[in-house]
C-alpha cells in the first residue's frame, strides 16, 4: 500500500491540494479557482462554504489523477490564506455573513482612532502596527454590523475564526475549533511573549475570547478528518498554517537570514529572524513564522497586495490578454516598456510606502504605447514592488540577502523571474517543486504525524531547479527604479 501526505493550499484565488509520496516526489495535484466578491468599493469577499466546496474538489482531483484510496494518506497538512475571517453559527454550521478576505479595506477609516487610542499597547504585545489587513477589525466588524451576530453570541453559538479554523471545523465534522499560532500572530491579538490571546486588546476591539479557536502548536495533533464529509479521508490532521509562513517552510529557509519570496494573488517576503522576533522600523510585519513542540521560530514579512492579481485584471477587467500565461511572449516581443509605469494600487500601497488611500495609475502613455507595453509595465509593476519590499527588510534585519528562494504560479513566468533578479541585483533561487506553500504544509504535516522529529530532518529535500542571475546594468537598474518611485509618488497624491 502507498502512503502520501496530503498539503492543502487554501489561496485567495483557488484551492490547490498536493499528494506526495514518503520520499517527496510530487505524486498529484488538483486545483479549484475561488470566486471574489466585490460588493462596495474597497470591499473583498469569499463564500465560505464555496471554499470547503473547493477544497473537496481539488482534492479528490489529486486523489483521482493518483489513483490514490482514501486508507493511504497517513496525514493531512492545511495552509489557508491569513487574515481573511469567518464567523458561523456552531449548530448550524452556517456563515452569518459572507468571509472578508484579508484585501478588504472597509475598516481602514476606524485606524487612525484605534492607533491613537491603543496603538503603542498593539504594537508592543503583538509586534504589530494598526492596521485593517489584519483579522482584529474585521471581527469587530462583523460583531458590530451583522445582526444574527449578538443573538449568536448570547446562545454560545457564535464561533470565528481565520480561514484555518473554518476548514478544521468542517474537516472534521465540527469536533474542533483551532488555530495555530502563526495564523494567530496575524490577528493583532496575540500576545507575542506569552503565545495566547491578549485579552487587554480583546476588550480594546470588544472580541469575546470565547468565540475564538484554541491556539496551537502548527505541527499537532488536531484531530482526524472526517470521511463523510471529506472526500472518503479518514487521516490525522496534523498541521495548520499560515499560507505565507508554509511557503517559508516549504522552500527549507529553516535558518535565520533566509528569504523566499511567494508570487500569487499578493506577493510576499518573509524572512526567519530566528527565536527572537524583530521590530520594523518600516513597516514589515513581526510575525510567528511556526512552533515545533513549544519552539517558537519568528519572521519578518512584506506584503504587496496587487501580484498576479494586476494580470488577471488584464483578463478580465480590460480584457486585452486572453488567459495570463500570454504574458511572457507579449512582453518579451517588445525591448522595453516604452516609457509606461503600471503602480497597482487597487487597494493602496504596503510597505514601504504604506498608503492604504493610494490609487492605481499607469502613467506615460503616448500615441506610440501598445498592449504590449502596458502587459510589459504590467509584470514590471510586481518586479518595482518586491525590490522597495527587500531594501526594508535588509534594512531592519540587518542583514545582506545574498540569494532569494521564490515560489508561486508566476516563477513560471522567464521574464518576470529575470526582470526581478536584474532590478535585485541578486540570483533567485527556484526550487524543483514549485508548490512550495503545499509542500511546506506537508512538510510540517509529517513532522505533526511523527515522520520526522524538527526541520533539521527535512532541509536534504529542497532542490533547485533554476537559478536566475542578474544581468543588468547598474546604472539602467537605477533608472528605471527612480522612474518607478516618481509614478509611484503622483499614485500617492490622489486627492480623495
Request: aromatic residues 8%.
Amino acid at each position: 500500500m502507498n502512503r502520501y501526505i496530503l498539503g492543502i493550499d487554501q489561496g485567495t484565488t483557488g484551492v490547490t491540494a498536493v499528494l506526495f509520496d514518503e520520499h517527496w516526489k510530487q505524486v498529484s495535484s488538483g486545483y479549484h479557482e475561488i470566486q471574489q466578491y466585490y460588493p462596495q468599493s474597497g470591499w473583498v469577499e469569499h463564500n465560505a462554504c464555496d471554499i470547503f466546496g473547493a477544497v473537496c474538489t481539488a482534492v479528490n482531483q489529486a486523489m483521482t489523477i493518483a489513483g490514490a484510496a482514501p486508507n493511504e494518506v497517513v496525514a493531512v497538512g492545511l495552509d489557508h490564506e491569513g487574515e481573511s475571517v469567518v464567523m458561523w453559527d456552531r449548530v448550524t454550521g452556517i456563515p452569518i455573513a459572507n468571509t472578508i478576505v484579508w484585501q478588504d479595506r472597509r475598516t481602514d477609516n476606524e485606524v487612525d482612532s484605534i492607533s491613537a487610542q491603543y496603538g503603542d499597547l498593539i504594537r508592543e504585545r503583538t509586534g504589530l502596527q494598526v492596521d485593517s489587513y489584519f483579522s482584529a477589525l474585521k471581527w469587530r466588524w462583523l460583531l458590530q454590523n451583522i445582526p444574527s451576530a449578538a443573538e449568536l453570541l448570547a446562545d454560545g453559538r457564535l464561533l470565528a475564526g481565520n480561514m484555518d479554523a473554518w476548514l478544521a471545523w468542517k474537516l472534521t465534522g465540527g469536533r474542533i475549533h483551532v488555530t495555530d499560532i502563526s495564523t494567530a500572530s496575524r490577528t493583532m491579538l496575540l500576545n507575542l511573549d506569552n503565545g495566547t490571546w491578549d485579552r487587554d486588546i480583546l476588550a480594546a476591539f470588544d472580541i469575546p475570547e470565547a468565540i475564538l479557536p484554541t491556539i496551537c502548536d502548527s505541527a499537532d495533533s488536531f484531530g482526524e478528518t472526517d470521511p463523510t464529509v471529506f472526500c472518503g479521508i479518514r487521516a490525522p490532521l496534523t498541521a495548520i498554517l499560515n499560507d505565507q509562513q508554509a511557503a517559508l517552510f516549504g522552500q527549507a529557509c529553516f535558518a535565520p537570514g533566509t528569504v523566499k519570496t511567494t508570487y500569487g494573488t499578493g506577493c510576499f517576503m518573509l524572512m526567519n529572524t530566528g527565536v527572537s522576533p524583530i521590530l520594523s522600523d518600516n513597516g514589515l510585519v513581526t510575525t510567528v513564522g511556526w512552533r515545533i513542540r513549544n519552539r517558537t521560530t519568528y519572521a519578518l514579512d512584506g506584503g504587496i497586495h496587487i501580484a498576479g492579481a494586476a494580470a488577471q485584471w488584464l483578463r478580465d477587467g480590460l480584457q486585452i490578454i486572453r488567459s495570463v500565461g500570454e504574458t511572457e511572449a507579449l512582453a518579451r516581443s517588445v525591448n522595453t516598456n516604452g516609457g509606461v509605469y503600471f503602480v497597482p494600487a487597487f487597494s493602496g500601497l504596503t510597505t514601504p510606502h504604506r498608503d492604504p488611500h493610494a490609487r492605481g495609475m499607469m502613467i506615460g502613455i503616448t500615441g506610440g504605447t501598445t498592449r504590449e507595453h502596458i502587459i510589459r509595465a504590467t509584470l514590471e509593476s510586481t518586479a518595482y514592488q518586491v525590490c522597495d519590499l527587500l531594501q526594508v527588510m535588509e534594512q531592519d534585519s540587518g542583514i545582506s540577502i545574498p540569494a532569494m528562494r521564490c515560489d508561486g504560479g508566476a516563477t513560471a513566468n522567464s521574464f518576470l523571474m529575470q526582470f526581478q533578479a536584474d532590478m535585485l541585483g541578486i540570483p533567485l533561487h527556484i526550487p524543483t517543486i514549485t508548490e512550495s506553500t503545499a509542500l511546506g504544509t506537508a512538510f510540517m504535516a509529517a513532522i505533526g504525524v511523527g515522520l520526522y522529529r524538527d526541520s533539521d530532518e527535512l532541509d536534504g529535500y529542497w532542490q533547485l531547479e533554476r537559478c536566475y542571475e542578474p544581468q543588468m546594468s547598474r546604472d539602467e537598474r537605477e533608472y528605471l527604479l527612480g522612474q518607478w518611485h516618481r509614478a509611484v509618488e503622483r499614485s500617492l497624491q490622489w486627492v480623495r
